[in-house]
């Protein structure tokens, strides 16, 4: 028994010692994610702003993200060779708490039944004998019977307790058999759980290096040379360069920045090709409650670029309205504002700011 005591003790202390270092690597990846997350904070709306600060800030948190990946792949590394540790214990302490098949032996029942009918014979046999001798025997077997019965009876108690432990030995073993599967199949699942966050934290690395060069590019002064094209003319080519304002753009569905009437939804596509510039606006606009106004606008444009940060051109509407829209960069890459004004006419929009977003 004192064995028995011992394993199930140590078992014990390896499992409570597995729960503390299990804990242990939860706490460490999450203090891990929260140091990330607080490098990381506001860190796309600060990089519009640029500067060496900012791109400090991505590189802070690029390492931040790569050691809360780190932490977390081996915290379910360790996660899963606990598993397979569990595994092993649970099929070990299955085999050896497996209840014996010996443990009352087969023939004894037998026995002491036998010598009970002979005793009970020999009893019946000099029951009438008045001899002295013959009645202290027969005394003696009395009390062997009385001793025979309650060994019997104690066989029988045994028997019932054998079978009882045996149902509970075979209840507990097919328990066991369940959890062990239950912590191979956990260890199975980690695998690939740990091979795509490997692949994730490659992908936040790579967004971070891909930032930090976002925000030199952005904030760069411009350079000296045409930066736009090609173009065989000299003399109206942009500071700016023309990823700047070609392309698809759009309207933010939260936290969009407008003066004037407020945008639903816009949508602005810039085509360029050898400096002239080709563009359609088409969007709805929210007007003021009770107003009569056509809250849709829809205009085309085109022009060549100038040598100015901001570029102006000449739009005509669907419904043939003709006008001006300026086009200016905005503090981050991706930004671009949108200043247009039109013709006055009955119940359309002739004017609206907004900034867009690129697609």
Not at 134 to 141: D, N, S
Not at 312 to 341: C, R
Request: proline share 6%; with cysteine.
């Amino acid at each position: 028994m004192r064995k028995y005591s011992h394993l199930g003790l140590s078992g014990m202390l390896i499992c409570c010692a597995a729960g503390l270092i299990a804990q242990t690597g939860r706490d460490a990846y999450r203090q891990a994610y929260d140091v990330w997350r607080k490098a990381h904070a506001d860190l796309e709306r600060d990089a519009a702003t640029g500067g060496p600060e900012q791109v400090a800030q991505a590189d802070r948190a690029g390492a931040a993200a790569a050691s809360f990946e780190a932490t977390r792949i081996a915290h379910l590394k360790s996660s899963a060779e606990e598993a397979a540790q569990r595994r092993q214990a649970i099929i070990f302490q299955t085999a050896l708490t497996r209840p014996s098949t010996d443990l009352e032996p087969q023939a004894a029942p037998g026995l002491v039944a036998g010598e009970l009918q002979t005793a009970a014979r020999t009893i019946a046999r000099f029951a009438d004998d008045k001899d002295r001798g013959i009645q202290q025997f027969r005394q003696a077997l009395e009390r062997e019977r009385v001793a025979l019965t309650a060994l019997s009876d104690s066989i029988q108690a045994s028997q019932k307790t054998v079978a009882a432990t045996s149902a509970a030995g075979a209840a507990l073993e097919g328990s066991r058999i369940k959890a062990a599967q239950a912590f191979g199949h956990q260890a199975a699942q980690l695998s690939p759980t740990m091979e795509q966050l490997e692949k994730e934290s490659a992908a936040w690395s790579d967004y971070y290096e891909k930032l930090a060069h976002a925000i030199q590019v952005t904030n760069a002064p411009p350079p000296p040379v045409n930066v736009i094209s090609a173009a065989p003319r000299t003399d109206s080519l942009p500071r700016v360069s023309l990823p700047r304002f070609v392309g698809a753009w759009t309207y933010p569905m939260v936290n969009g920045i407008f003066h004037g009437m407020q945008p639903e939804f816009v949508d602005l596509v810039i085509h360029e090709q050898g400096g002239h510039a080709d563009g359609t606006l088409y969007g709805r606009f929210k007007p003021p409650a009770g107003s009569a106004t056509d809250p849709v606008v829809r205009f085309d444009f085109q022009g060549d670029f100038s040598g100015t940060a901001t570029q102006k051109f000449t739009l005509v509407t669907s419904d043939g309205a003709q006008g001006t829209i300026e086009l200016i960069p905005g503090p981050a890459f991706n930004l671009l504002e949108v200043n247009f004004q039109t013709a006055p006419r009955v119940n359309r929009i002739r004017a609206a700011n907004f900034i867009l977003v690129k697609k």
